[in-house]
């Protein structure tokens, strides 16, 4: 079992930045793939970004390119997600993923653990 504990979370102006933090623990870190979502009033969950265990390579959606960026720190065992330019568009609940499997991908049920999620409130 792994658990994940999203911190970060908060309040901010349009144009504003925060940095998401997501704490594992119960299995290797650096065996996992690490990945970012978040899901709006109403909205399905979206992918927002993922990390690779041991090489770090980073994968985006398109609507977080240049703006967002995912890290690791395997001897901490925390993933993070470093957002600036934040827009009001951006407001959800962000959610910290692992996977056992390498590969990244961007689809919710091929994560297998998940943390409470954090809320993150852009305002215009």
């Known amino acids: 079992q792994v658990q994940l504990v999203e911190s970060g979370g908060g309040s901010v102006q349009a144009g504003g930045s925060l940095r998401l933090s997501c704490t594992a623990s119960g299995r290797t870190f650096s065996a996992l793939a690490m990945a970012w979502f978040r899901q709006a009033p109403g909205k399905e969950r979206e992918f927002v970004a993922a990390?690779?265990?041991?090489?770090?390579?980073?994968l985006y959606a398109d609507s977080v390119k240049g703006r967002f960026t995912i890290s690791r720190d395997n001897a901490k065992n925390t993933a993070y997600l470093q957002m600036n330019s934040l827009k009001p568009e951006d407001t959800a609940l962000y959610y910290c993923?692992?996977?056992?499997?390498?590969?990244?991908?961007?689809?919710?049920?091929?994560?297998?653990?998940w943390g409470q999620g954090t809320q993150v409130t852009v305002s215009s």
């Open positions: 993923a692992a996977r056992l499997l390498w590969q990244l991908t961007t689809t919710p049920a091929t994560y297998d653990y």
């Open positions: 990390i690779s265990g041991s090489d770090s390579r980073a």
